[in-house]
Each structure stands twice: as structure tokens, then as C-alpha cells.
């Protein structure tokens, strides 16, 4: 299996940034799709931003498209999410997910392996 360990949520300000890490181990990292969502109080989980195993391949909710930055490092096994000019409406808890697939994917139900969630705080 793959473990998940997410990183770098914290309370920012409107218009703000930060970059999210996920740190991963057990299945080679290369061999995997990753994904980030999110999910608010009372609300479902949703699809933030993918990438495919080679990190050619990316996918943004269109709420989040020109702000955010999906990335990975291989040799690290890391991926990343970089957050620009962040809006209260992005609070949530952050979630890393990885698919047992080279392809990318934009719906929770297709990830086998999840982290365990950051939180994210834009106050206005």
C-alpha cells in the first residue's frame, strides 16, 4: 500500500499563499497518480487538483484554476500544492490521495490511499 503524510496547511489571510506537502512511502512513488481534494464542514469532498505519474499530466477544479499548482518530485516522493491568492471559500481540510494508476483522476472514488487531511484558513 501507499502511506500518505499531508503538510503545510496553517491560517493565512485573503490574497495569501502556501504550499502543501505530501510525503509518501511504501509503493513506488513513480508508479502512482496523485490527487488533492478538499471538504468543509457539512460538505462533500472535492476535487482540487491531479497529476499523472510522470507529472505531465494536470487537472484543476475550475475553482482553483490559475491559483493553484499541482506538482510532484519523484526522487523525493513528494507532491505538491501550491496556493496563490487564496480566498475564504478555500477553507477546508486539504486531503493527498494516490491512485493505483499512471493516469490521472478527478473523482475521490477512483484513489485507493489517502492522508490523513491539513487544515487550510483564509480569514478575510
Known amino acids: 500500500q501507499v502511506q500518505l503524510v499531508e503538510s503545510g496547511g496553517g491560517l493565512v489571510q485573503a490574497g495569501g499563499s502556501l504550499r502543501l506537502s505530501c510525503a509518501a512511502s511504501g509503493r513506488t512513488f513513480r508508479s502512482v497518480a496523485m490527487g488533492w481534494f478538499r471538504q468543509a464542514p457539512g460538505k462533500e469532498r472535492d476535487f482540487v487538483a491531479a497529476?499523472?505519474?510522470?507529472?505531465?499530466?494536470?487537472h484543476y477544479a475550475d475553482s482553483v484554476k490559475g491559483r493553484f499548482t499541482i506538482s510532484r518530485d519523484n526522487a523525493k516522493n513528494t507532491a505538491y500544492l501550491e496556493m496563490n491568492s487564496l480566498k475564504p471559500e478555500d477553507t477546508a481540510v486539504y486531503y493527498c490521495?494516490?491512485?493505483?494508476?499512471?493516469?490521472?483522476?478527478?473523482?475521490?472514488?477512483?484513489?485507493?490511499?489517502w492522508g490523513q487531511g491539513t487544515q487550510v484558513t483564509v480569514s478575510s
Open positions: 497529476i499523472n505519474w510522470s507529472g505531465g499530466r494536470m
Open positions: 490521495a494516490a491512485r493505483l494508476n499512471t493516469v490521472a483522476a478527478v473523482t475521490p472514488q477512483l484513489y485507493n490511499f
